[in-house]
């Protein structure tokens, strides 16, 4: 059974940092393009970073570029999402994700075949 699992969550002001996992289990997704997603209340569900099977390729929503870092070590079957100078704008629940269909730049969440349950981030100001 595939599962992803997302931790480090929590609450932190304006300007703060916060370092999300994603830790997979069930399959080796190595081979695998893997995504980070989030959702605030009352809106759809967008994306925020992904990354290629080998960790050479990286592309960011607008929104958070130069803010946010992901990366993965595919020896620990983990993907991370380092995010650094929070903003009220950025809470919501954060979703990490994997495709096993698409190869490239998968930024729709119709991409992505398996889901975590999602991690809480909430930035006060």
């Known amino acids: 059974q595939v599962q992803l699992v997302e931790s480090g969550g929590g609450e932190v002001q304006a300007g703060g940092s916060l370092s999300l996992s994603c830790a997979a289990s069930g399959r080796t997704f190595s081979g695998y393009t893997m995504g980070w997603f989030r959702q605030a209340p009352g809106k759809e569900r967008e994306f925020v970073a992904t990354?290629?099977?080998?960790?050479?390729?990286?592309y960011y929503a607008e929104t958070v570029k130069g803010r946010f870092t992901v990366s993965r070590d595919n020896a620990k079957n983990t993907v991370y999402l380092q995010m650094n100078s929070l903003k009220p704008e950025d809470t919501a629940v954060y979703y990490c994700?994997?495709?096993?269909?698409?190869?490239?730049?998968?930024?729709?969440?119709?991409?992505?075949?398996?889901w975590g349950q999602g991690t809480q981030v909430t930035v006060s100001s």
């Open positions: 994700a994997v495709t096993i269909r698409y190869s490239g730049r998968a930024i729709s969440p119709g991409s992505y075949d398996y």
């Open positions: 990354i290629s099977w080998s960790g050479g390729n990286t």
